[in-house]
């Protein structure tokens, strides 16, 4: 077995059990772990798939931002009693089964290695993709528009996050 | 990876770990030193010939204490909370240049244990998992002083980086790299903390926010003894409470080392060092000179801490958000400009 097969089956353990852990887990804080170590299994996917930079963004935004948010959360929130009620469950598994449907669809459409990357297509790693990328959200045949929608749509979010607070707390609550 | 590469990473691996672990043990010697000199007194002078023994006897009482779990206490988090604490610090060693890159016969090799292109990256990752084991730390000891000191450091730890990666950034905007072994000799030149006005403000900025990152004085408000006992780690003990320590005292060199590397041009010395032809003493003199700034820096966070009396919560977040952040967003358009225009 190949170092890199290893590698693979350890990161698709812990991207499972992270995810189980969230799903099933009684402690609210239990699933925010869980989710975490299932992030970091999907950042390690990616540099196993050669994409550092991709990998490092996500560790910098989902697991360094998204769930520590989660978590300052979760820790100020009593549980739940109504986790498992019948209704929730069931508009879970509709959404479940449609992405299982998408994502076996995904698997079985692919061409290539089942793990890591095939060395004759594989991507450019490091500081090539950082200035390709760079270039991409500068680019007015590229990702210019979407770029400056996500700024404007960042900025809303924030002035609202701060209308809010304003008007709930008040001055120097 | 060819069998030479891998002999070379694992070296690097123990050379530099090894470093940072020492400085670490010895900060905390230096810590309680410096502090009695500070105010008068002798420091610990017990153990060995001037207390030098002293992190060794305090280790080993670490290891030999009982542990002890709070009741309620959540056992799994409560575990994990220390090493996911002391790890980041430890990883970040991975990227840090210490010297210059060895060159033996044509071939290169980087004085960083991985030599990646986005090693900021890396670093700004790095940095932001930090909040995890005083978070989890302060939540799972079922303690209200735990809790509200975990919250304190995570929401202090969350507002600074903001300020640190701005102010980071504009050392990318200057050297034109991700890769910490390129931005530190793009400044043999001129070291980024002369690079008037925006170099100095960014180092500015930045040296605000490590002490704020660590945890250090004067920002400790996660411990915080006059209000909250001891903050996240009021329930741990023995070892457990070692590692927070560890984990902290590591960050220190880290951060020193980082400010080094972004702002005082890493192991270079005024092309001094740059200009030794034999590559073993080059890397040798490098290494030398960069701790050496290091423990410049080291020697200033004790400074600072001992000098400085601690901030008040509302104080701390009005420095953060309506000072240096602003400051450091307009300095990073500053620098824009300035290269844009091929200023700098």
Same mark, same amino acid.
């Given at each position: 077995m190949s170092a890199e097969i290893l590698a693979f089956l350890v990161l698709a353990t812990a991207t499972v059990a992270g995810g189980v852990v969230t799903l099933w887990s009684r402690y609210v804080v239990h699933s925010a772990f869980g989710l975490m170590l299932s992030l970091l299994g999907v950042a390690g996917f990616y540099v196993l798939l050669g994409s550092d930079f991709l990998a490092v963004t996500q560790v910098v935004v989902y697991v360094g931002g998204v769930v520590v948010l989660y978590l300052f959360g979760v820790m100020l929130t009593p549980p739940d009693r109504?986790?498992?009620?019948i209704r929730r469950i069931a508009v879970a598994g509709i959404f479940a089964v449609a992405a299982l449907v998408v994502l076996l669809k995904a698997v079985f459409g692919m061409e290539g290695r089942w793990y890591g990357v095939d060395p004759d297509r594989g991507p450019a790693s490091g500081g090539a993709v950082i200035r390709e990328v760079g270039n991409a959200f500068m680019d007015k045949e590229a990702y210019l528009l979407p770029f400056e929608i996500a700024s404007v749509l960042l900025l809303v979010a924030l002035v609202g996050a701060v209308f809010i607070a304003r008007r709930e707390g008040g001055r120097g609550s | 990876m060819t069998t030479a590469a891998l002999i070379a990473t694992l070296v690097k691996i123990a050379v530099f770990f090894g470093i940072t672990i020492s400085l670490a043990a010895v900060s905390t010697l230096f810590e309680r030193k410096i502090s009695a000199w500070i105010q008068q007194r002798y420091g %610990?002078?017990?153990?060995g010939p001037w207390g030098v023994l002293q992190p060794l006897a305090d280790g080993l009482k670490f290891i030999f204490k009982e542990e002890v779990a709070p009741a309620g206490a959540n056992r799994l988090l409560f575990r994990l909370a220390p090493a996911m604490a002391a790890a980041p610090a430890f990883m970040t060693v991975a990227v840090v240049p210490f010297t210059f890159p060895l060159i033996l016969d044509g071939t290169r090799i980087p004085m960083a244990i991985a030599d990646i292109d986005i090693g900021v990256l890396f670093f700004m990752a790095m940095g932001s998992l930090a909040v995890y084991g005083i978070m989890l730390g302060g939540w799972a000891s079922n303690n209200k002083y735990s809790l509200l000191g975990g919250l304190r450091s995570s929401a202090q730890m969350i507002s600074y980086e903001l300020a640190m990666m701005v102010s980071v950034i504009t050392v990318l905007t200057l050297a034109g790299s991700m890769n910490l072994t390129r931005i530190f000799e793009a400044q043999i030149p001129l070291w980024n903390i002369a690079v008037f006005p925006v170099g100095t403000i960014a180092f500015g900025i930045f040296l605000i926010a490590a002490f704020a990152e660590t945890n250090?004085? %004067?920002?400790d408000l996660a411990e915080c003894e006059t209000e909250l006992?001891?903050?996240?780690?009021?329930e741990y003990s023995s070892m457990k409470f070692a590692l927070f320590f560890l984990g902290e005292y590591s960050a220190m060199v880290m951060m020193s080392g980082l400010i080094t590397t972004f702002f005082l041009g890493g192991p270079s010395l005024f092309g001094l060092v740059n200009g030794i032809e034999d590559p073993w003493i080059k890397v040798l003199a490098g290494l030398g000179v960069f701790l050496a700034k290091v423990c410049f820096f080291l020697f200033l966070f004790i400074w600072v801490r001992w000098t400085i009396p601690r901030f008040r919560w509302d104080q701390l977040m009005h420095l953060g958000w309506k000072l240096l952040l602003p400051l450091s967003l307009a300095n990073l358009l500053l620098a824009g400009t300035l290269v844009a225009t091929g200023v700098l």
């Open positions: 109504e986790e498992r009620s | %610990p002078n017990r153990v250090r004085h %004067p920002f006992v001891g903050g996240f780690h009021t």
